[in-house]
């Protein structure tokens, strides 16, 4: 029945799922759950609640699909992480941003530095849609390559071109502390400026 129920709300799969979805089958697992483990519980009622659930499921969708206002509310809203080369500030103190995470999303798209990715949303599944500059157009940007970034320093020992480690700011910087003058943080990391392999 589970399985049915998930089949007739259109997924194909688990990541195109919104929080919502997730919640429902939650509550879907929870009503199969007890005539499962039980012997003496009949299954008619977890059959009730199902249908109670899907037709909850099916009127909340009806009225996501009419308000846009409403769907933010259900679904959430795309979260834009990188804009032209570099993080959006005020989005890692969101506590459901995991850099780390994000950086693995990166390089599973062949990405080994963020000068190369123009645009990069999160969207409401968890998906993350990446838009990136033409060869051409790339620029220094902090590595997500783990053996490059773990290089940080707080400390200019040598000229070169770094990369702000929290927010992705590029300058070329002389010797001594630097502060970076878009976040205002001390930890800095060589920046790179290959391009992406497609």
């Known amino acids: 029945m589970v399985l049915v129920i998930l089949r007739l709300s259109g997924k194909k799969g688990v990541r195109q799922l919104s929080l919502f979805e997730v919640a429902i ?8 759950g007890d005539p499962m483990f039980h012997r003496d519980m009949p299954i008619i009622p977890s059959l009730l609640v199902f249908a109670v659930i899907i037709i909850i499921y099916r009127t909340i969708t009806y009225f996501a699909s009419k308000s846009e206002k409403f769907e ?15 993080f959006v500030l005020g989005v890692k103190n969101d ?13 599973q798209e062949s990405i ?8 990069a949303i999160l969207e409401t599944t968890g998906n993350i849609s990446f838009y990136f500059y033409r060869d051409e157009e790339v620029h ?3 590595p997500v390559l783990p053996k490059i970034y773990n290089k940080k320093v707080t400390t200019i020992e040598k000229e070169d071109i770094y990369a702000c480690t929290y927010c992705g700011y590029s300058a070329y ?3 001594s502390v630097k502060v970076c003058e878009r976040c205002e943080r001390k930890e800095w990391v060589k920046a790179i400026k290959t391009l992406r392999l497609t």
């Open 140 to 142: 220094f940007g902090l």
């Open 112 to 119: 080994e530095h963020v000068g190369q990715v123009k645009t």
């Open 25 to 32: 089958i939650i509550a879907l697992g929870s009503a199969a």
């Open 72 to 86: 933010d509310v259900i679904e959430g809203e795309p979260l834009y992480v990188i804009e032209d080369g570099q």
């Open 173 to 175: 910087l002389e010797r």
């Open 95 to 107: 506590h459901t941003f995991a850099k780390d995470e994000f950086f693995a999303e990166m390089r």
